[in-house]
């Protein structure tokens, strides 16, 4: 019995040091807590609305995050459907920023309050006045001059002059042109509105109804395949789709282009008409200062080459060449509208197109 409860102690004085201890503090650890301001930073980021989609673009994004750090996350879509978006999403849109084609598109942006004005001086400096807006809202990051293109076997270009010499008998059913609900039409009619004024604009506008070779349909690089095909015998068109046409990978593209010559109206006069693709922070951005980092590279001298070069876009940033392609254009006169002016004159130009039966 003695030898029992020796043992009956012995286990309590184990289990009794055992619960003591199991109850004791804690060891303090040698090293103290990593302080949350310690902890790594988020991923920074800049969120994109889109209407272009080239492959070259792609790029430039790459590169803006190789040599930022900033993310860039692209939503693509077609630019009207991209505004209704941002209209629908209102603060709760988690874009920062919004690149569209023409300024007719930018100035719709801005005026449904989609868009905020931002200040820089680089901006301000690499981008021309009248390529901008006054209040710092869109900025023009790539020119497309809208130009005459021709049969070179069926059209003399001693032939052409101006925009308004269109409307000559001589091109009764010879011309081929995109819709009505071309934003690239309506802008180039803005620009006559503002250059002739309203009347006049009209007048032009009927005259290129009477002279159409068929009713307006398609895109530019559908026009140039209507020339090619003996439809009509000229095109208003963007010089950009050319240069597209003839590099890319369509051989029957390319044929046609070689078939095509191209004239720049109004040399004499105010120039060839020109428009932009631009951009602009959107109104509650929530990465703001990412965003406008993002506008400012694009403005860069490496981002205009870029565009130049790999989309045969004119630049914006005086200096930077031309591609090739161009250059083989020649230089040209162009507008020296205020675009921001033009965007004013969009809704205008759309009565006015559908006055004068332009379909």
Same mark, same amino acid.
């Given at each position: 019995?003695?030898? @029992? *409860? !020796?043992? #009956?102690? $012995?286990?309590?004085?184990?289990?009794?040091?055992?619960?003591? *201890? *199991?109850?004791? =503090?804690?060891?303090? =650890? $040698?090293? =103290?807590?990593? =302080?949350?301001?310690? !902890?790594?930073?988020?991923?920074? #980021?800049?969120?994109?609305? $889109?209407?272009?989609?080239?492959?070259?673009?792609?790029?430039?994004?790459?590169? @803006?995050?190789?040599?930022? *750090? #900033?993310q860039v996350n692209v939503v693509k879509g077609k630019s009207d459907e991209l505004i209704e978006r941002l209209k629908t999403e209102g603060a709760d849109t988690e874009a920062d920023l919004f690149i569209t084609a023409d300024v007719g598109r930018l100035y719709r942006a801005e005026s449904a309050g989609l868009l905020q004005p931002i200040e820089s001086e680089l901006l301000s400096t690499n981008i021309p006045k009248n390529l901008r807006d006054p209040d710092g809202n869109w900025f023009g990051l790539t020119k497309r001059a809208r130009v005459i293109v021709y049969a070179k076997d069926r059209v003399n270009p001693d032939e052409l002059s101006t925009y308004e010499n269109l409307t000559d008998s001589k091109w009764q059913g010879r011309i081929l042109v995109r819709g009505a609900d071309s934003i690239y039409n309506q802008t180039l009619l803005a620009s006559l509105i503002e250059i002739m004024g309203e009347a006049e604009a009209k007048i032009w506008a009927e005259g290129i109804v009477r002279n159409l070779a068929r009713e307006p349909k398609g895109g530019d690089r559908d026009q140039a395949k209507a020339i090619a095909a003996g439809e009509g015998d000229i095109a208003i068109m963007n010089t950009y789709y050319l240069g597209l046409m003839l590099n890319g990978t369509d051989p029957e593209e390319r044929k046609v282009v070689e078939g095509l010559g191209v004239f720049f109206p109004d040399q004499e006069g105010n120039g060839t008409h020109i428009n932009v693709s631009g951009g602009g922070v959107v109104n509650g951005s929530k990465n703001k200062d990412n965003a406008v980092k993002l506008l400012e590279f694009l403005a860069s001298e490496k981002a205009q080459t870029s565009y130049a070069e790999a989309n045969y876009e004119y630049p914006v940033l005086s200096g930077i060449p031309a591609a090739d392609f161009l250059n083989t254009l020649g230089t040209f006169k162009e507008q020296s509208l205020d675009l921001s002016r033009l965007g004013e004159l969009n809704a205008e130009a759309v009565r006015l197109l559908a006055e004068a039966g332009w379909k």
């Open positions: 019995m003695k030898l @029992f *409860g !020796a043992i #009956i102690l $012995t286990s309590l004085t184990i289990l009794s040091a055992l619960f003591l *201890g *199991g109850c004791a =503090p804690a060891t303090e =650890p $040698t090293e =103290p807590a990593q =302080p949350a301001a310690m !902890a790594p930073t988020e991923t920074q #980021i800049v969120n994109l609305y $889109t209407d272009r989609h080239y492959d070259s673009d792609d790029l430039l994004y790459q590169s @803006f995050t190789e040599e930022t *750090g #900033i």
